[in-house]
Structure formats: C-alpha cells, structure tokens
C-alpha cells in the first residue's frame, strides 16, 4: 500500500494491511529462495512471510539508511533496535549502500549478529545513460551549481541559498527534485523570487540525468537531515550520477562522502563551519579548478560510477549458498 513521508502512524495501519494480504500468497511465496527486504517494514514482513508460509527462502536485509528512531538512546531507540536484533537472527546477509552504516552502526549495535555485504548506489546496467561527455571548460562566468534528488535537508538549502545571495552575478543555483514536504513548510516560496535560483521541479529517471548535469559544474553532495548520524554515514546517489557526468562533487569534509571524494581524488570538500567556509571557496574557486576537477572524474574508469552486471548475480550466488 501507499505510506507517507513522516507518517509513522499511518506506516503501521497500512504495514498490518500488508500482513493480511500476504495469506492468499501462501503457496507462491512457499516457493520462494529468497525474501529481500528493503527497509525495517519490509523485514517485518519478510519474516512473517517466511513463518506463515514456512518457506525455506533467506532474508536479504537491505540498508539504504539509518533512520533516525534507531540512533535514538531513549527507550524509542532501544525498542526498536531490540526489534531489528531479534529479526537479524532470521536474516542471511545485511547489505549496505555504504561502509559507514556497517562500521557506524551495525558493528557497533548489532556486533556478531549479521554478515554485512557493501552494494554502492552506483547507477544500475541495462539502462541509457547516454555516453559520458567529453572535458570542457568550465562556465565563462557563473558557477552553475546543482542539489538533485531527495530535498530534504533545511541547512544545505540555507547554505546554497546564502552563497546564491552572497554572490549573485556568480553563482547559479539549479534545484531539481522531490522536496520533503515534512521538512519544508513551503519550499517553492523559500526559493522563488531569485534570479540565479530555479526549482525545476521532479525529473525523469533516467531520461533527464544527462541534461541535469551536464549544465552544471558543481554538484552539491552534503546532507545535514540526521546530522551526526545517517547524514555522516550515506554515500548519496548524486556521487556516482555526477561522477558519470563529469560533475565534481562537493560536501563535508567530515563525512563519508567527503572521505570518498577525497580518497578517489574527485571534487571538493569543506571542513566546518560551512556557513563560513563555503563562501570563501566559492570566492577563490577558478575555472581551471573545476575543469581540472572535471576532467579527473571523466578520465575515472565508468566502473566506479556504473554497477558492474555481476555484482548482482554474485551477490545471489552468495546468498544461495548460505544456509537457508
């Protein structure tokens, strides 16, 4: 059934419906190998359907994020934590979009209770993506910078719309996306009004892509929404599809996306306080700077960017080879 960004509430009613409509797919999910679960709700699912059916399939438990409730050190925290340990015993492997949500939290939380597999957001095969672009120089004048995506974090679009102002004749701001409507009481009127700010909206995937980044020289990859945790931890979408793109990267220094940019020598990071720091660097950024930048993410082999075809079928491999 259909959830609702920050309706916990109404997650539940419509998870419980979900567990009733399982009944009449007994035999079909019997037969299943392997029950994947993409979040908490779907591993509560995934092990009903395993007990009510009596399958023999594993449980693949896939973590793209650590939501904020399970960092949590009141007994909200606890109580759901106990839940995951307790449905990790039932779960064949954990995989994880990036190394920080196993060395950050599942090491720490759920030490000698899971086996933990890294499957990146690199862009998936079998897709157009269209070919990578050549080098070029960057913006005669202007800095065409771009946040895409998920919207959903008040601080970077404070941090983007405050250099926009501070600089407009310089900086160009390009929105594109789903904004959390959770987190913005009306974030088309916070960005409307400027004239080096455009909020184009949602996009199409993966139709759009090419022209999304193509246009700009610098890709905002921060996120402060579970700042000290998930925010700290992910490893964004936006690095493997600028990568692609030939758009460097820019973001916290101190955080697994800095640590990534950093360790691959793609893009820019910025130590905190970021309110100080980022509009010093866009003040002293050259065009030389971003199409050097440019051209070392394009000389990159597309393998860092674009998921290998046999990731996939290995990870089956290896998941069917565990006991059931």
């Known amino acids: 059934g259909l959830t609702r960004d920050a309706a916990f509430a109404q997650r539940l009613i419509a998870l419980a419906r979900a567990s009733r409509r399982l009944g009449p797919h007994k035999t079909t999910l019997a037969q299943a190998d392997i029950f994947y679960a993409r979040n908490l709700d779907m591993l509560l699912l995934a ?29 909200l925290g606890g109580a759901m934590r106990a839940l995951e340990r307790d449905l990790l015993k039932g779960c064949t492997r954990v995989i994880v979009s990036s190394p920080a949500f196993e060395r950050e939290y599942f090491a720490r939380r ?36 771009g946040w895409f995506g998920n919207l959903r974090c008040g601080r970077s679009l404070e941090l983007l719309l405050g250099v926009a102002a501070r600089f407009p004749e310089r900086v160009h701001l390009s929105l594109r996306g789903a904004p959390a409507r959770a987190e913005f009481a009306d974030f088309e009127a916070a960005v409307a009004g400027r004239s080096n700010v455009r909020f184009g909206g949602r996009y199409r995937w993966p139709e759009d892509l090419s022209a999304l980044y193509r246009e700009i020289d610098l890709v905002w990859a921060g996120d402060f929404h579970d700042a000290g945790a998930n925010s700290k931890w992910l490893l ?89």
Request: aromatic share 10%; glycine share 10%.
């Open 47 to 75: 092990g009903w359907a395993k007990k009510m059916s009596r399958a023999r399939a594993r449980i693949v438990y896939e973590c793209l994020d650590i939501h904020r409730f399970m960092t949590r050190e009141d007994g």
């Open 110 to 145: 759920h030490p000698g209770r899971y086996q933990a597999r890294l499957i990146e957001n690199r862009m998936p095969p079998g897709f157009a993506y269209g070919p990578r672009p050549a080098p070029r120089p960057a913006a005669v004048c202007g800095l065409n910078t």
């Open 236 to 324: 964004p979408n936006r690095l493997y599809e600028g990568g692609y793109y030939g758009a460097p990267p820019l973001a916290p220094a101190d955080s697994e996306t800095g640590r990534w940019i950093e360790a691959h020598g793609f893009g820019f990071t910025l130590a905190e306080p970021l309110e100080q720091t980022l509009p010093e660097f866009v003040a002293s950024l050259s065009q030389g700077e971003i199409a050097a930048a440019r051209s070392r993410l394009l000389a990159a082999p597309e393998s860092l960017f674009l998921q290998d075809e046999a990731e996939i079928p290995a990870l089956l491999r290896d998941i069917m080879g565990a006991p059931a």
